[in-house]
């Protein structure tokens, strides 16, 4: 599967009309790959909020209940660190203070966050559409959060 060319795809839809094309890096995280190609197949993406989206820093989302303390009934994942940088469009799984918690929650980073590096999984990049990040609503929570209308995995 390395060889392939992934894609995750989050139609932001309602105001911040556009898609935003995630490349998967199953070459650098295979088991985050693998759980977030199963949950967009399922479904489970779609209708999710960001619940926490900090200007400078990043955007959240993957939560079902949108507050930042749910996850998917799956069990949760080992890390899988690499060493990819976060920086703007990088693409890493959310998780508790236990490096083995990532779960379904993800996030974007907006700027240089390299402060996580070796501490997050990251498992994609943001090939188009990061103006459609950058244009949600800002908070944690947000007032009127924006969403994920589907996702997509092709």
Known sequence: MADQKLTFTLDTGEGNTGDVVIKLRDDVAPNHVARITELAKEGFYDGVVFHRVIPGFMAQGGDPTGTGMSGSDKPN????FSNVPHVRGVCSMARTQDPNSANSQ???????????????TVWGEVESG????DALPTGEPPANPGKIVKATVA
């Open 130 to 133: 990061m103006e459609h990040v």
């Open 106 to 120: 993800f996030f974007i980073v907006f700027d240089d966050a390299r402060f996580l590096d070796n501490q997050y």
């Open 77 to 80: 994942l080992s890390q899988e």
